[in-house]
């Protein structure tokens, strides 16, 4: 059964940008800050407890229980309603961060302990994705959700931009425990801001729809949901085919690339730099339009477009043109991740918003991330080229299938 929520539903009608409901989900959103923190807490905590080795299984334990509890975190979100479970999610992600803070400051860092952080956050990561992805349907009207697309990525890049040097900072100030303090306070301040967002309520009959069944049946009713769904469906599958070929290159493979040609740590910085201010300009752009026309096709030729920056970025001669490169890979990327994102949230019933976007998140947060040591072999085994290529040959299959479905190709963002 599709559902239309209600025009305003007791919400603000105001746009986006005006609205203090979302200013307020923006607000918690932005102190994922804390989220840069801890990790650069926990990297550095790792490599002073043991070895290389030691804190790269460590920094990786998050991964597994993200990619295996994902779809279940879903139906947790579509069950019990995203705020709630974004508010006990980040209550608990809160205490065991400076739960282990304090245990720092009376004990050394302990790998064991760190693992075990680890695997909480990844868990609770797992629950936490999906209602976030499904809060926005629910807290401002649907012409407004590629506006605020444009504000959570512009949120995003913010935090991610502020959080590595606090973490930083933490650290050299007062080591791992006092890095672990901080991201705990800043993880923290997002619990009152959601406790204060109100939520637009589903019609009586969706939200008791799931209670009569086992999670096993409402995962496969959201599995089933998706799949035959003729926007949904293709669109889950380009965002999987774009993710898979935009990380390795621009995680692992930039590493790689920047170290071949000489440019060294900082020159990889300005490639990563240009990459971010592309992505934020397009964010920009979002948040003051608020709406592009022709979101569908706007998808797929940017995923073409994209895969093409990706290839060439292997290829260029100097760091200035590896720098333009990557803008234009920015701006590209989070064009299409953006039209893509504000699809899949006007597109997906309201109830069913927390499995949708646990399955699309499950190739970019659960799976992309294991690729990445195929990626660094497969650059060992092939060199830079051939790898970046096929990335891209990859990516560009996601254009195709946008552009070669003609629901996905012909969707509209509501006006």
């Not at 933490?170 to 791992?176: L, M, N, R, S």
């Not at 934020?280 to 948040?287: H, N």
């Not at 590896?322 to 234009?328: D, E, F, G």
């Amino acid at each position: 059964m599709t559902t239309t929520l209600a025009p305003r539903g007791g919400l603000d009608d105001r746009p986006a940008h005006r609205d203090p409901n979302v200013l307020r989900w923006l607000g918690a959103y932005a102190s994922s800050a804390g989220d840069g923190v801890y990790y650069v807490a926990l990297s550095w905590a790792a490599v002073q407890a043991g070895s290389a080795t030691q804190a790269g299984l460590v920094m990786s334990v998050s991964a597994l229980p993200r990619a295996v509890l994902m779809l279940g975190g879903g139906v947790v979100a579509d069950r019990f309603g995203p705020r709630r479970v974004v508010i006990g999610s980040d209550a608990v992600r809160c205490a065991s961060v400076l739960a282990v803070a304090g245990l720092l400051l009376l004990t050394g860092p302990g790998l064991w302990l760190l693992a075990v952080l680890a695997l909480v956050f990844g868990t609770v990561d797992a629950v936490f994705v999906p209602a976030v992805g499904a809060l926005p349907a629910r807290i401002t009207e649907p012409g407004q959700l590629a506006r605020v697309q444009g504000m959570r990525g512009l949120a995003y890049r913010c935090a991610v931009i502020v959080g590595a040097p606090l973490g930083g900072l933490g650290v050299a100030v007062g080591g791992a425990a006092a890095a672990f303090g901080l991201a705990g306070l800043l993880i923290a301040v997002s619990v009152p801001l959601l406790v204060c967002v109100r939520m637009r309520e589903l019609p009586a009959d969706d939200t008791v729809a799931g209670r009569d069944r086992t999670a096993w049946a409402d995962l496969l009713a959201g599995l089933r949901y998706i799949r035959r769904h003729r926007v949904l469906a293709p669109l889950v599958l380009a965002i999987a085919l774009g993710d898979f070929g935009f990380v390795g290159p621009l995680n692992v493979g930039l590493t790689l690339l920047a170290d071949e040609r000489g440019w060294g740590a900082s020159g990889m910085g300005w490639v990563l730099a240009g990459f971010g201010v592309g992505a934020g300009l397009v964010s920009l752009l979002l948040a003051v339009r608020g709406r592009l026309p022709h979101a569908g096709q706007v998808s797929g030729y940017a995923l073409l477009a994209g895969a093409v920056a990706i290839a060439a970025l292997a290829f260029v001669p100097t760091l200035l043109a590896a720098l333009a490169v990557a803008l234009a890979v920015g701006l590209l990327a989070g064009l299409s991740g953006a039209m893509c994102g504000a699809l899949l949230q006007t597109q997906a019933d309201p109830a069913f918003l927390g499995r949708v976007t646990a399955v699309s998140s499950l190739v970019s947060l659960g799976l992309t991330p294991l690729s990445m040591p195929l990626s660094a072999a497969a650059i060992g085994a092939w060199g830079t080229g051939p790898v970046f290529v096929v990335s891209a040959v990859v990516c560009g299959l996601g254009g195709v299938v946008a552009l070669g479905v003609r629901d996905l190709r012909r969707a509209e963002l509501p006006g």
